[in-house]
């Protein structure tokens, strides 16, 4: 079953860029034996006629709902923390969630609606990191 992959939707303050994080799903869903692709759609309406278009059995919606980056004064009490044994283990790192969920093309009810949440010690790797998680549920609800 073909995945059509919406851009991610920014809910937060943070800058992030949606084509990109699109483009990075799309590639770890078709690593994981998933046929997606990418959807260039800015609404849901238009994205179903897209999908349809380009014959998806699902839409993929991903929404940013958190993006904190990691705070440098928590980088440097981390790394100078740790030496002295101070602050906490979790102190200067990235966090997200990405809530997304797995619609049927033509369907307005989510097959899969979840949240993927991580923490690492940069943007750049904590999004990669929930993505992947996205693209793991994703590609086991596909291949039900």
């Given at each position: 079953a073909r995945v059509g992959v919406v851009q991610f939707n920014n809910k937060t303050k943070t800058a992030a860029s949606g084509e990109s994080l699109r483009d990075q799903l799309v590639a770890m869903l078709t690593n994981d034996g998933v046929d997606a692709i990418g959807l260039n759609a800015s609404s849901p309406s238009e994205a179903v006629i897209e999908?349809?278009?380009?014959?998806?059995?699902?839409?993929?919606?991903?929404?940013?709902?958190?993006?904190?980056?990691?705070?440098?004064?928590?980088?440097?009490g981390g790394m100078f923390g740790r030496a002295t044994g101070i602050g906490s283990a979790d102190s200067g790192k990235a966090e997200v969630r990405l809530d997304y969920r797995l619609v049927p093309t033509g369907s307005t009810s989510a097959t899969v609606q979840?949240?993927?949440?991580?923490?690492?010690?940069?943007?750049?790797?904590?999004?990669?990191?929930?993505?992947?998680?996205?693209?793991?549920?994703v590609a086991s609800a596909v291949s039900r």
């Open positions: 999908a349809q278009a380009k014959q998806c059995a699902y839409i993929l919606y991903t929404d940013i709902a958190t993006l904190k980056a990691p705070s440098a004064g928590k980088k440097i979840s949240s993927a949440n991580a923490k690492e010690e940069t943007q750049e790797a904590t999004l990669a990191s929930a993505i992947e998680d996205v693209a793991r549920a």
